[in-house]
């Protein structure tokens, strides 16, 4: 492993001191420009104020990944890197990096999934948060630099280990450019610095992550054929039983217009529940024999969902910021629908709802929050754009500028969700969760930090921490997180 860098007595060097806080300092107002434009363009505006207001998103967007890929690889150069085992879910953490990357992927018109092979998947032992890391720089490279189509997560099952697969349908990498992609500070070609805004240190990164690990990484790809960039890791299975078994439905399912990654994610975990999957062709109007169940993909001409719907229970799949049309499609004969990134325990619900008959009930495009969330956060723009996002789906919400504070007010309100910012004055978000769990608080508490960091996370999760949310989270993810937290996810019949 690398040399030990820290102090003996434990505590950060002033190299790891320096690096954090300046991570904080800098990316706190970038986050309250990034979150205050999501609320933006919620509202009603011009064409030419929303050009301005996505030009900002786009922009700051930008910025933000620069800043996380100079500081991740500062401090790869800072201090050692210790690796620890934990059992996980390789399934469930590829999950968790499609949900922070799906916003990114919709508004370029992208579709991102995931599929497992096999599904479930068996736990196995490594350091989660490192595999995370080299994920969400591979996946977030890949949405970089397609224009059109999909980026697929393959998770895999191999002997000794772990194969993770990022395919693309981007430009593609010609061959004389493949050999220097893991190289510190260069792009794959000279015009992509200009393109892109990047300064070529995500690849690098990933490349020093697993090699720490003792993985390998490979690229293969040709010009015009999109790009898959694998990660070989040699890990242990845990023996512990799949974390998310999926029940068995049985019956035949058909596809019909879906994204590609969402087709092919679907295909694999449909098959793992026992049922028969038929692609369906929406133009020729055929249907195969004993489909029982059609998902139907929402850039469909309305003529095809409405023929095909008078057939056969159909569920329309679309993405989170077009629940506006559900009212549509309902009119069209869909009797429910499903919300990218898919869900597949979510799936074989309204799978088995649609076949029982039961139609999606009439109710308001997002589901009303009816709880109470506590936000513990210093910074009052963060704060404020966390709680009008929240108030907009019906939470009732709290806000506490310190840790002290955040324990005062969970006693006073009980609240359903604790969203919890690791680094307040008084008392930081470590403390408070350690102190709230030692009062007996077991309700669901999220640490929200401004890093991507897998030594934050890991000590956010020793403290008390249920999950970890990564800054900037802007208005629409927020609100599908405190709803998956409260248990109010699937709150509209018909919806996952």
């Known amino acids: 492993m690398t040399q030990d860098t820290r102090r003996p007595d434990g505590a950060e060097t002033p190299e790891q001191t320096f690096l954090a806080t300046a991570s904080h300092e800098i990316r706190t107002p970038l986050n ?3 979150g205050t434009v999501s609320l933006l363009l919620e509202t009603d505006l011009s064409p030419a104020q929303r050009e301005y207001a996505e030009t900002i998103r786009l922009s700051g967007g930008r910025l933000l990944d620069l800043l996380n890929n100079v500081l991740d690889y500062a401090r790869l150069d800072a201090s050692a890197v210790e690796l620890e085992a ?10 968790e990096v499609v949900e922070l990357l799906s916003p990114r992927a919709h508004a370029a018109g992208l579709d991102l999934a995931v599929r497992s092979l096999p599904s479930p998947m068996p736990g196995f032992l490594g350091d989660a948060g490192r595999i995370r890391q080299i994920l969400f720089n591979l996946v977030g490279n890949a949405l970089k630099f397609t224009a059109r189509g999909a980026v697929l997560i393959d998770a895999e099952v ?9 395919r693309d349908t981007g430009p593609g990498i010609a061959p004389e450019d493949q050999a220097r ?16 805004g990047g300064v070529g240190l995500g690849l690098a990164i990933v ?3 697993t090699d720490l690990l003792g993985g390998r990484i490979d690229v293969s790809s040709a010009l015009g054929d999109g790009a898959c960039f694998s990660v070989f890791l040699p890990l242990k299975q845990s023996g512990d039983a799949p974390a998310d078994p999926l029940p068995l439905i ?25 049922a028969d999957v038929s692609q369906v062709d929406a133009s020729s109007g055929k249907m195969p024999a004993e489909v029982d169940v059609l998902l139907i993909g929402a850039d469909l001409p309305e003529g095809a969902v409405a023929a095909m719907a008078r057939r056969v229970a159909s569920l329309v799949v679309l993405r989170p910021e077009d629940r506006g049309a559900i009212a549509r499609f309902r009119a069209l004969g869909c009797v429910g629908w499903l919300v990218r990134p898919l869900r597949m325990s979510s799936v074989a619900e309204r799978i088995q709802l649609a076949r029982s008959g039961a139609d999606a ?11 109470r969330v506590l936000i513990a956060d210093d910074n009052p723009v963060n704060a404020l754009i966390a709680r009008r996002a929240l108030e907009l789906a019906g939470f009732t919400v709290t806000v506490a500028a310190t840790g002290s504070e955040a324990l005062e007010a969970a006693a006073r309100m009980e609240p359903d969700l604790v969203l919890m910012d690791l680094r307040m004055p008084v008392m930081d978000g470590f403390e408070a969760m350690r102190r709230l769990r030692a009062d007996g608080f077991t309700l669901p508490i999220i640490a929200v930090s401004a890093e991507i960091n897998p030594d934050i996370e890991r000590r956010a999760r020793d403290a008390g921490a249920d999950g970890v949310a990564t800054k900037p989270l802007d208005a629409e993810a927020l609100r599908r997180l405190a709803l998956r937290w409260t248990g109010r996810s699937g709150a509209i019949v018909g919806a996952a």
């Open 32 to 34: 309250g420009i990034l």
């Open 86 to 95: 934990e059992n996980f879910c390789p399934a469930r953490l590829c999950g």
């Open 158 to 166: 191999i002997p000794g280990g772990l194969a993770f697969h990022i």
């Open 181 to 196: 992609l893991f190289e510190a500070f260069r792009q794959t070609a000279a015009g992509d610095a200009y393109r892109d």
């Open 207 to 209: 490349k020093r992550l």
């Open 250 to 274: 049985g019956g035949r399912v058909g596809l019909a217009g879906l994204p590609p990654a969402t087709a092919l994610s679907l295909s694999a975990s449909l098959s793992a529940m026992g």
């Open 361 to 371: 009930v009439e109710e308001q495009e997002m589901a009303s929050g009816a709880g």
